[in-house]
């Protein structure tokens, strides 16, 4: 009896075994979810930074130097009398060089202030016509003028401007300047941010810009004598003349930049 009893405790006990684990092979498999992937934000162009850059172009000249009224007196010998008349020497030449500034963006506003030195190719001798006044008496061969024309100029500037993401476009004024004369400079520009960040730089961004410089000479500066004459039966005689007229120099520029901006994205 004992026996049977035991055997009929074994038989249950594989039962209930294989029957939970029928039941555990029917239950539905659970795991963990997989984590959120991590999306960094994409950063949000600014023109906020200092930026340092170069730039090239062409700049126009315009000189109007007044003409210079001769007449016996300290300089100038008897005899001689007329009026040297001067063209208009409005020619044209490359300009180069470069820039630093800063920017400040608010809201789609963006100031700033920039400074540049250029070099320009735009100084060449000056024509000259010699019109003979009452009581000439001699010959007068005019000597060699320069143009007065700096072969370089720099600027320093404000900037103001409206940003459509990327795209900046803006005004710029201020003082300019060359070795030896003073004015000032007003002109305008467009400017890019390329998809780039060569050097080191946040953003290179590249610009097309007009500037109009206009620069007031405080005299003729003749360098030397303005012409030799030779009065009837006489010996040539070089003549000077003091440096009393004041004469402007326009010049408009048209240039492309490219500049590497550092600081903020």
């Known amino acids: 009896m004992r026996k049977c009893s035991s055997s009929l405790l074994a038989a249950t006990a594989i039962s209930a075994l294989a029957i939970s684990a029928a039941s555990a092979a029917d239950l539905p498999v659970t795991t963990a979810p997989p984590p959120a992937p991590v999306i ?3 950063p949000i162009f600014t023109w906020s930074g200092f930026y340092v850059g170069a730039n090239a172009g062409w700049g126009w000249r315009e000189d109007d130097r007044e003409p210079v009224f001769l007449a016996p007196g300290p300089g100038i010998p008897a005899g001689l ?8 020497n409005n020619d044209g030449g490359f300009t180069g ?3 630093v500034g800063y920017n400040y963006q608010l809201g789609s506003f963006v100031v700033g202030l920039e400074a540049d030195i250029q070099w320009a190719d735009t100084d060449q001798d000056q024509n000259v016509l010699f019109v003979p006044g009452n009581g000439f008496a001699g010959t007068f061969v005019p000597g060699v003028f320069n143009s007065n024309a700096p072969e370089w100029w720099g600027s320093v500037r ?4 409206v940003a459509f993401d990327r795209v900046l476009v803006y005004g710029t004024g201020g003082f300019a300047y060359t070795d030896d004369n003073t004015g000032w400079a007003l002109g305008g520009g467009v400017e890019w941010a390329l998809p780039v960040n060569w050097f080191g730089s946040s953003a290179v961004t590249f610009g097309l810009e007009g500037l109009w410089l206009t620069f007031e000479d405080d005299d003729n500066n003749f360098n030397g004598p303005i012409g030799t004459f030779t009065p009837v039966g006489g010996e040539p005689v070089a003549v000077t003349v003091p440096a009393t007229n004041n004469n402007d120099s326009d010049f408009f520029v048209a240039r492309a930049k490219l500049n590497f901006k550092f600081g903020t994205y």
Do not use: C
């Open 40 to 42: 960094a934000p994409v």
């Open 81 to 88: 009398s007329g009026t040297l008349v001067f063209s208009n």
């Open 158 to 161: 404000a900037r103001l401007g």
């Open 97 to 99: 060089g470069g820039q």
